[in-house]
Nanobody, 114 residues
Framework: VQLQASGGGLVQPGGSLRLSCQAS????????VGWYRQTPGKQRELVAI???????NYADSVKGRLTISRDIRDIMLYLQMNNLRPADTATYYC?????????WGQGTLVTVSS
């Protein structure tokens, strides 16, 4: 199963974006799916993750502002990003984990700047 992310762009502080990740198969192939982000010189960090049962976990820095969801067809993963801050600027990657194997989509760049 391959993952393809889209939806990044330039947005002003306080603005919103929605990232999408389409799977070539069904998301429930994975044990869980989510979003990570990375800035130059830093490690990739977890943003949000959602299990097949719908249980979600978020990084403390995004709680209350970013929302992860998956569609009813089980092929699309979303990250709704509200009240964006300059610190949210990063390349965002969708991710799936199957047992001990990680699967990564290509990144999509989000830039928060006035």
């Amino acid at each position: 199963v391959q993952l393809q992310a889209s939806g990044g762009g330039l947005v002003q502080p306080g603005g919103s974006l929605r990232l999408s990740c389409q799977a070539s198969g069904i998301l429930s192939f994975f044990d869980d799916v989510g979003w990570y982000r990375q800035t130059p010189g830093k490690q990739r960090e977890l943003v949000a993750i959602i299990s097949n049962s719908g249980v979600t976990n978020y990084a403390d820095s995004v709680k209350g502002r970013l929302t992860i969801s998956r569609d009813i067809r089980d092929i699309m993963l979303y990250l709704q990003m509200n009240n964006l801050r300059p610190a949210d600027t990063a390349t965002y990657y969708c991710y799936g984990r199957k047992w001990v194997t990680d699967y990564w989509g290509q990144g999509t760049l989000v830039t928060v700047s006035s």
